[in-house]
Protein backbone atom coordinates (compact mmCIF):
# COMPACT_ATOMS: atom_id res chain seq x y z
CA UNK A 1 0.00 0.00 0.00
CA UNK A 2 1.19 3.69 -0.61
CA UNK A 3 0.02 7.02 -1.11
CA UNK A 4 -0.31 7.75 -5.16
CA UNK A 5 -0.93 11.46 -5.44
CA UNK A 6 -0.41 11.12 -9.20
CA UNK A 7 -3.91 9.24 -9.46
CA UNK A 8 -6.01 12.03 -7.61
CA UNK A 9 -7.37 13.64 -10.65
CA UNK A 10 -8.66 10.41 -12.39
CA UNK A 11 -9.85 8.87 -9.27
CA UNK A 12 -11.95 12.42 -8.89
CA UNK A 13 -13.20 11.81 -12.66
CA UNK A 14 -14.24 8.23 -12.11
CA UNK A 15 -16.31 8.74 -8.74
CA UNK A 16 -17.66 12.02 -9.47
CA UNK A 17 -16.37 12.89 -5.74
CA UNK A 18 -13.80 15.70 -3.96
CA UNK A 19 -11.27 13.58 -2.98
CA UNK A 20 -8.51 14.41 -0.70
CA UNK A 21 -6.19 11.63 -1.28
CA UNK A 22 -5.92 8.13 -3.10
CA UNK A 23 -3.83 5.05 -2.33
CA UNK A 24 -3.23 2.44 -4.62
CA UNK A 25 -3.38 -0.37 -3.16
CA UNK A 26 -1.61 -4.32 -4.40
CA UNK A 27 -2.77 -6.19 -1.35
CA UNK A 28 -6.48 -6.79 -0.57
CA UNK A 29 -5.68 -8.86 2.40
CA UNK A 30 -6.80 -6.10 4.65
CA UNK A 31 -9.91 -5.38 3.12
CA UNK A 32 -11.77 -3.90 5.96
CA UNK A 33 -9.50 -0.73 5.75
CA UNK A 34 -10.32 0.17 2.26
CA UNK A 35 -11.86 3.50 1.42
CA UNK A 36 -14.13 4.70 -1.48
CA UNK A 37 -11.44 6.33 -3.81
CA UNK A 38 -8.66 3.47 -3.06
CA UNK A 39 -7.50 2.43 -6.48
CA UNK A 40 -6.78 -1.45 -6.63
CA UNK A 41 -4.02 -2.19 -8.94
CA UNK A 42 -4.09 -6.27 -9.69
CA UNK A 43 -2.35 -7.60 -12.41
CA UNK A 44 -1.45 -4.38 -14.44
CA UNK A 45 -5.32 -3.62 -14.19
CA UNK A 46 -6.99 -0.98 -12.08
CA UNK A 47 -10.31 -0.41 -10.21
CA UNK A 48 -11.40 2.29 -8.34
CA UNK A 49 -13.71 1.98 -5.18
CA UNK A 50 -16.89 3.51 -5.09
CA UNK A 51 -18.58 1.98 -1.38
CA UNK A 52 -19.22 -1.49 0.11
CA UNK A 53 -22.21 -3.83 -1.40
CA UNK A 54 -24.95 -4.23 1.17
CA UNK A 55 -26.99 -7.42 1.36
CA UNK A 56 -30.65 -6.91 1.27
CA UNK A 57 -31.91 -10.52 1.94
CA UNK A 58 -35.21 -11.14 2.20
CA UNK A 59 -36.54 -7.77 3.35
CA UNK A 60 -34.18 -8.09 6.49
CA UNK A 61 -32.35 -4.70 7.34
CA UNK A 62 -29.35 -4.36 4.76
CA UNK A 63 -25.97 -5.26 6.18
CA UNK A 64 -22.57 -3.99 4.85
CA UNK A 65 -20.85 -6.87 2.91
CA UNK A 66 -17.21 -5.46 3.84
CA UNK A 67 -15.37 -7.76 1.27
CA UNK A 68 -17.38 -6.76 -1.53
CA UNK A 69 -17.08 -3.73 -3.27
CA UNK A 70 -18.05 -1.18 -6.12
CA UNK A 71 -15.82 -0.16 -8.25
CA UNK A 72 -14.83 1.12 -11.89
CA UNK A 73 -12.83 -0.09 -14.43
CA UNK A 74 -9.96 2.50 -14.65
CA UNK A 75 -9.54 2.43 -18.53
CA UNK A 76 -13.00 3.03 -19.43
CA UNK A 77 -15.30 3.61 -16.37
CA UNK A 78 -17.38 0.38 -16.42
CA UNK A 79 -19.22 -0.58 -12.98
CA UNK A 80 -17.98 -3.69 -11.62
CA UNK A 81 -18.22 -6.02 -8.65
CA UNK A 82 -15.48 -6.63 -6.58
CA UNK A 83 -15.30 -10.11 -4.55
CA UNK A 84 -11.82 -9.82 -1.67
CA UNK A 85 -10.79 -12.95 0.23
CA UNK A 86 -12.76 -13.90 2.98
CA UNK A 87 -13.58 -16.59 4.83
CA UNK A 88 -16.49 -18.07 7.08
CA UNK A 89 -17.97 -21.30 8.01
CA UNK A 90 -20.97 -22.49 9.52
CA UNK A 91 -23.76 -25.47 9.93
CA UNK A 92 -26.67 -25.37 8.45
CA UNK A 93 -29.82 -28.44 9.59
CA UNK A 94 -31.47 -30.20 6.85
CA UNK A 95 -34.36 -32.40 8.87
CA UNK A 96 -31.83 -34.32 11.02
CA UNK A 97 -28.37 -33.66 9.08
CA UNK A 98 -26.40 -31.42 9.84
CA UNK A 99 -24.55 -29.61 6.21
CA UNK A 100 -21.07 -27.84 6.86
CA UNK A 101 -21.25 -24.72 4.68
CA UNK A 102 -17.79 -22.72 3.96
CA UNK A 103 -16.58 -19.96 2.05
CA UNK A 104 -14.39 -20.66 -0.91
CA UNK A 105 -12.95 -17.82 -3.33
CA UNK A 106 -10.82 -20.73 -5.03
CA UNK A 107 -14.01 -22.83 -5.55
CA UNK A 108 -15.97 -19.19 -7.51
CA UNK A 109 -12.71 -18.96 -9.33
CA UNK A 110 -12.92 -21.81 -10.55
CA UNK A 111 -17.01 -21.82 -11.54
CA UNK A 112 -16.05 -18.18 -13.20
CA UNK A 113 -13.88 -19.50 -15.99
CA UNK A 114 -15.74 -22.70 -16.29
CA UNK A 115 -18.96 -20.16 -17.17
CA UNK A 116 -16.95 -17.96 -18.84
CA UNK A 117 -19.53 -16.89 -22.11
CA UNK A 118 -22.79 -18.72 -20.51
CA UNK A 119 -25.45 -15.83 -20.08
CA UNK A 120 -26.90 -18.29 -17.18
CA UNK A 121 -23.90 -17.17 -14.76
CA UNK A 122 -22.32 -14.29 -13.84
CA UNK A 123 -19.53 -12.98 -15.56
CA UNK A 124 -16.01 -11.93 -14.16
CA UNK A 125 -12.58 -12.43 -14.32
CA UNK A 126 -10.49 -13.66 -10.94
CA UNK A 127 -7.00 -11.34 -10.41
CA UNK A 128 -4.73 -12.17 -8.34
CA UNK A 129 -2.97 -9.75 -5.91
CA UNK A 130 0.53 -9.39 -4.35
CA UNK A 131 -0.48 -11.38 -1.86
CA UNK A 132 -1.93 -14.08 -3.43
CA UNK A 133 -5.66 -13.56 -2.46
CA UNK A 134 -8.11 -14.69 -5.57
CA UNK A 135 -9.74 -11.28 -6.24
CA UNK A 136 -12.86 -11.85 -8.40
CA UNK A 137 -13.86 -9.21 -10.71
CA UNK A 138 -17.39 -8.93 -11.62
CA UNK A 139 -19.37 -7.79 -14.48
CA UNK A 140 -22.55 -6.11 -12.95
CA UNK A 141 -25.55 -7.56 -14.34
CA UNK A 142 -28.05 -4.53 -15.30
CA UNK A 143 -31.24 -5.49 -13.56
CA UNK A 144 -32.77 -7.13 -9.81
CA UNK A 145 -33.14 -10.51 -8.31
CA UNK A 146 -36.23 -12.81 -9.05
CA UNK A 147 -38.31 -11.76 -6.06
CA UNK A 148 -38.01 -7.88 -7.39
CA UNK A 149 -38.49 -8.63 -11.23
CA UNK A 150 -42.01 -11.08 -10.06
CA UNK A 151 -43.05 -8.54 -7.70
CA UNK A 152 -43.55 -5.98 -10.50
CA UNK A 153 -46.32 -8.01 -12.34
CA UNK A 154 -49.04 -6.27 -9.89
CA UNK A 155 -51.94 -8.87 -9.80
CA UNK A 156 -53.96 -11.00 -7.47
CA UNK A 157 -52.58 -14.28 -7.23
CA UNK A 158 -54.95 -16.23 -9.23
CA UNK A 159 -54.23 -13.62 -12.19
CA UNK A 160 -50.26 -14.40 -11.83
CA UNK A 161 -51.57 -18.01 -11.94
CA UNK A 162 -53.67 -17.24 -15.08
CA UNK A 163 -51.54 -14.57 -16.89
CA UNK A 164 -48.15 -15.27 -15.93
CA UNK A 165 -46.96 -18.28 -14.48
CA UNK A 166 -46.71 -20.43 -17.17
CA UNK A 167 -43.75 -18.00 -18.32
CA UNK A 168 -42.32 -17.48 -15.54
CA UNK A 169 -41.71 -21.26 -14.75
CA UNK A 170 -40.57 -22.01 -18.22
CA UNK A 171 -37.77 -18.90 -18.03
CA UNK A 172 -36.75 -20.76 -14.31
CA UNK A 173 -36.89 -24.23 -16.28
CA UNK A 174 -33.40 -22.79 -17.78
CA UNK A 175 -31.63 -21.46 -14.83
CA UNK A 176 -32.63 -25.09 -12.91
CA UNK A 177 -31.17 -26.75 -15.95
CA UNK A 178 -28.05 -24.20 -15.91
CA UNK A 179 -27.62 -25.51 -12.40
CA UNK A 180 -27.53 -29.31 -13.37
CA UNK A 181 -25.27 -28.52 -15.91
CA UNK A 182 -23.10 -27.58 -13.44
CA UNK A 183 -23.18 -30.57 -11.58
CA UNK A 184 -22.71 -32.71 -14.60
CA UNK A 185 -19.38 -30.40 -14.34
CA UNK A 186 -18.75 -31.56 -11.05
CA UNK A 187 -19.39 -28.21 -9.32
CA UNK A 188 -22.54 -26.61 -7.43
CA UNK A 189 -23.82 -23.34 -6.64
CA UNK A 190 -23.41 -23.88 -3.10
CA UNK A 191 -25.74 -20.80 -2.13
CA UNK A 192 -29.23 -20.81 -4.70
CA UNK A 193 -31.53 -18.30 -3.40
CA UNK A 194 -34.10 -16.51 -5.19
CA UNK A 195 -32.01 -13.34 -4.43
CA UNK A 196 -28.95 -15.08 -6.14
CA UNK A 197 -31.01 -15.30 -9.64
CA UNK A 198 -30.84 -11.79 -11.19
CA UNK A 199 -32.96 -10.77 -14.45
CA UNK A 200 -30.98 -8.83 -16.93
CA UNK A 201 -32.62 -6.21 -18.36
CA UNK A 202 -31.07 -5.59 -21.35
CA UNK A 203 -30.69 -9.37 -22.06
CA UNK A 204 -33.12 -10.43 -20.87
CA UNK A 205 -31.06 -13.47 -19.49
CA UNK A 206 -31.85 -14.72 -15.18
CA UNK A 207 -28.25 -15.38 -14.24
CA UNK A 208 -27.14 -17.12 -11.35
CA UNK A 209 -24.63 -14.76 -9.24
CA UNK A 210 -22.64 -15.96 -6.11
CA UNK A 211 -20.76 -18.65 -6.45
CA UNK A 212 -18.41 -18.87 -3.31
CA UNK A 213 -20.18 -21.11 -1.11
CA UNK A 214 -19.47 -24.95 -0.69
CA UNK A 215 -20.21 -27.67 1.24
CA UNK A 216 -20.47 -31.09 2.59
CA UNK A 217 -22.84 -33.44 2.34
CA UNK A 218 -22.31 -36.86 2.14
CA UNK A 219 -25.33 -38.05 1.63
CA UNK A 220 -26.26 -36.07 -1.63
CA UNK A 221 -22.93 -33.60 -3.30
CA UNK A 222 -25.92 -31.55 -4.59
CA UNK A 223 -28.72 -31.89 -1.92
CA UNK A 224 -28.03 -28.44 -0.91
CA UNK A 225 -28.50 -27.04 -4.34
CA UNK A 226 -31.74 -28.82 -4.99
CA UNK A 227 -33.44 -27.84 -1.79
CA UNK A 228 -32.28 -24.19 -3.14
CA UNK A 229 -33.70 -24.69 -6.04
CA UNK A 230 -37.31 -25.95 -4.46
CA UNK A 231 -37.53 -22.69 -2.25
CA UNK A 232 -36.76 -20.66 -5.23
CA UNK A 233 -39.55 -22.58 -7.73
CA UNK A 234 -41.92 -22.70 -4.40
CA UNK A 235 -41.34 -18.79 -4.21
CA UNK A 236 -41.94 -18.50 -8.06
CA UNK A 237 -45.47 -20.41 -7.90
CA UNK A 238 -46.77 -18.33 -5.01
CA UNK A 239 -44.66 -14.92 -5.92
CA UNK A 240 -44.20 -14.77 -2.32
CA UNK A 241 -42.92 -16.99 0.63
CA UNK A 242 -45.86 -18.37 2.35
CA UNK A 243 -45.43 -18.76 5.95
CA UNK A 244 -47.83 -20.27 8.68
CA UNK A 245 -48.32 -16.96 10.12
CA UNK A 246 -49.29 -16.00 6.84
CA UNK A 247 -51.72 -18.51 6.09
CA UNK A 248 -53.09 -17.55 9.75
CA UNK A 249 -54.04 -14.40 8.61
CA UNK A 250 -55.27 -14.66 5.17
CA UNK A 251 -56.69 -18.35 4.47
CA UNK A 252 -57.35 -19.31 8.53
CA UNK A 253 -59.74 -22.05 7.49
CA UNK A 254 -56.75 -23.33 5.64
CA UNK A 255 -54.59 -22.93 8.65
CA UNK A 256 -56.82 -25.64 10.58
CA UNK A 257 -55.86 -28.49 8.14
CA UNK A 258 -52.38 -27.92 7.75
CA UNK A 259 -49.79 -30.14 9.14
CA UNK A 260 -46.13 -30.14 9.94
CA UNK A 261 -45.43 -32.47 6.57
CA UNK A 262 -46.80 -29.43 4.49
CA UNK A 263 -43.59 -27.18 5.50
CA UNK A 264 -40.06 -27.41 4.04
CA UNK A 265 -37.97 -29.37 6.36
CA UNK A 266 -35.27 -26.69 5.73
CA UNK A 267 -37.32 -23.40 6.55
CA UNK A 268 -39.78 -25.04 9.28
CA UNK A 269 -42.48 -22.58 8.68
CA UNK A 270 -42.23 -22.22 5.08
CA UNK A 271 -45.43 -23.75 3.08
CA UNK A 272 -44.78 -25.87 0.24
CA UNK A 273 -47.93 -27.65 -0.10
CA UNK A 274 -49.48 -24.17 -2.12
CA UNK A 275 -52.45 -26.49 -3.21
CA UNK A 276 -54.17 -26.16 0.72
CA UNK A 277 -54.40 -22.13 -0.04
CA UNK A 278 -54.42 -21.54 -3.99
CA UNK A 279 -56.61 -24.92 -4.71
CA UNK A 280 -56.38 -24.02 -8.67
CA UNK A 281 -52.98 -25.29 -8.53
CA UNK A 282 -52.51 -28.40 -10.96
CA UNK A 283 -51.71 -31.46 -8.89
CA UNK A 284 -48.80 -32.08 -10.89
CA UNK A 285 -47.18 -28.63 -10.03
CA UNK A 286 -47.81 -29.43 -6.22
CA UNK A 287 -46.58 -33.12 -6.72
CA UNK A 288 -43.32 -31.19 -7.65
CA UNK A 289 -43.13 -28.95 -4.72
CA UNK A 290 -44.14 -31.86 -2.00
CA UNK A 291 -40.85 -33.46 -3.20
CA UNK A 292 -39.45 -30.68 -1.12
CA UNK A 293 -41.36 -31.18 1.82
CA UNK A 294 -40.94 -32.97 4.93
CA UNK A 295 -43.42 -35.03 4.19
CA UNK A 296 -41.85 -36.08 1.06
CA UNK A 297 -41.04 -40.07 0.73
CA UNK A 298 -38.45 -39.77 -2.05
CA UNK A 299 -36.24 -36.54 -2.36
CA UNK A 300 -35.12 -35.32 -5.57
CA UNK A 301 -31.04 -36.05 -5.98
CA UNK A 302 -30.72 -34.55 -9.18
CA UNK A 303 -31.64 -31.85 -11.04
CA UNK A 304 -32.76 -34.33 -14.22
CA UNK A 305 -35.24 -35.88 -12.12
CA UNK A 306 -36.68 -32.45 -10.96
CA UNK A 307 -37.29 -31.49 -14.48
CA UNK A 308 -38.67 -34.94 -15.37
CA UNK A 309 -41.79 -33.64 -13.46
CA UNK A 310 -41.47 -29.59 -13.82
CA UNK A 311 -41.73 -29.94 -17.14
CA UNK A 312 -45.20 -31.63 -18.00
CA UNK A 313 -46.50 -29.63 -14.94
CA UNK A 314 -45.55 -26.36 -16.66
CA UNK A 315 -46.95 -27.52 -19.82
CA UNK A 316 -50.45 -28.16 -17.80
CA UNK A 317 -50.46 -24.37 -16.99
CA UNK A 318 -52.60 -21.82 -18.81
CA UNK A 319 -51.13 -20.04 -21.66
CA UNK A 320 -51.37 -17.16 -20.99
CA UNK A 321 -49.65 -14.02 -21.59
CA UNK A 322 -45.97 -14.89 -24.17
CA UNK A 323 -44.50 -11.11 -23.14
Request: aromatic share 10%.
Amino acid sequence: MREAPELLERARELTGRRLKKVRLITDTSEFMNLETGDVLELEGRRYVLKGTEYEGRFGLDEQPKYWVKRALDWEDGSAKIIKLVFFEEFDMALGEITVRCYRSPAKEARILTLVQGNPNFMQGVTLLDTAGNQVRVLERIRGGPLDQHLQELSCCHQEYFERHLRRVLTKLSVAIEAIGWLHTQGERHGDVRRDHLFVDKDSGAWSWIDFDYNFEFKQNPYGLDLFGLGNVLTYAVARRDVTYHRVREEFPQAAEGLRPNDFSPVIKNRLMNLKKIYPYLPESLNNVLLHFSSGAGVFYERVDELMAELTPAIAELPQGEET
